[in-house]
């Protein structure tokens, strides 16, 4: 028996890798993602229990930890993947 992947449309479903590079490249862009910077955490905050019944696309929203390695503050950063 082989397991086939399938793509789950649900607004639960786990990050993906292109949601994982968008949420870089935003952050990047933004100006949060320099050489001294290190993605510390992130993860996929939960969509509201409701947006499982609705029809269309759910807001994909990340939680992003960002360390400062030359001893700056650290930053803790909510972006959209939508």
């Known amino acids: 028996m082989t397991l086939a992947p399938t793509d ?3 607004p639960f ?3 993906t890798g ?3 590079l968008e949420v870089r490249s ?3 862009s933004g ?3 320099g ?3 290190r993605i510390a955490y992130l993860g996929l905050l939960e969509p509201p229990r409701a947006a499982a019944r609705t029809e269309g ?3 994909r929203r990340f939680r992003v930890f960002i360390h400062d ?3 700056g503050a650290p930053r803790d950063l909510i972006v959209s993947a939508t």
Do not use: T
Request: glycine share 8%; hydrophobic share 40%.
């Open 31 to 33: 100006g949060h993602l």
């Open 69 to 71: 390695v030359s001893g």
């Open 26 to 28: 935003v952050l990047s």
């Open 57 to 59: 696309q759910v807001d």
């Open 35 to 37: 050489p001294q910077h």
């Open 8 to 10: 789950i449309a649900s």
């Open 18 to 20: 292109d949601e994982i």
């Open 13 to 15: 479903r786990l990050a």
